[in-house]
């Protein structure tokens, strides 16, 4: 294996028992799911205090709701770019059935919070 390589089990190459994978691509991988993680359990809080401002009925607290929503849905578009991101630089590596980076548009990019576009889908989701 060379410099910057390690085997992952998982990471299996095409028709070979396990291709060494980039370390930069392994951090570029740990670093964007300790993001989703920490979105997602922010998101788990927003989601409790929606629901207690719900359930309190109180016209400050309700009104509070649509700031919190908001975020909610800002984290939520922030934890889809991430795993399109994710799943970009896994085609890219090889480890996605050999799909190039041409392919498959930006490559290991973080989009900046807040960015505000829209995905549009194709007919194949």
Do not use: W
Not at 42 to 58: A, D, G, P, Y
Not at 78 to 93: E, K
Request: charged share 20%; glycine share 16%.
């Amino acid at each position: 294996m060379e410099g910057g390589e390690t085997t992952l089990s998982g990471f299996g190459g095409v028709g070979g028992a396990g291709a060494g994978v980039d370390t930069k691509v392994l951090h570029a991988f740990q670093t964007s799911f300790v993001q989703v993680q920490n979105l997602l359990d922010q998101n788990r809080v927003l989601i409790n205090e929606i629901n207690q401002n719900h359930e309190s009925k109180v016209p400050g607290d309700l009104s509070r709701n649509v700031g919190l929503i908001r975020e909610l849905n800002n984290n939520i578009r922030r934890v889809v770019d991430l795993y399109a991101d994710l799943s970009s630089l896994f085609a890219a590596s090889d480890g996605g059935g050999g799909r190039a980076a041409s392919e498959g548009g930006s490559v290991g990019t973080v989009r900046q919070a807040g960015a505000g576009h829209k995905r549009i889908r194709s007919g194949l989701d």
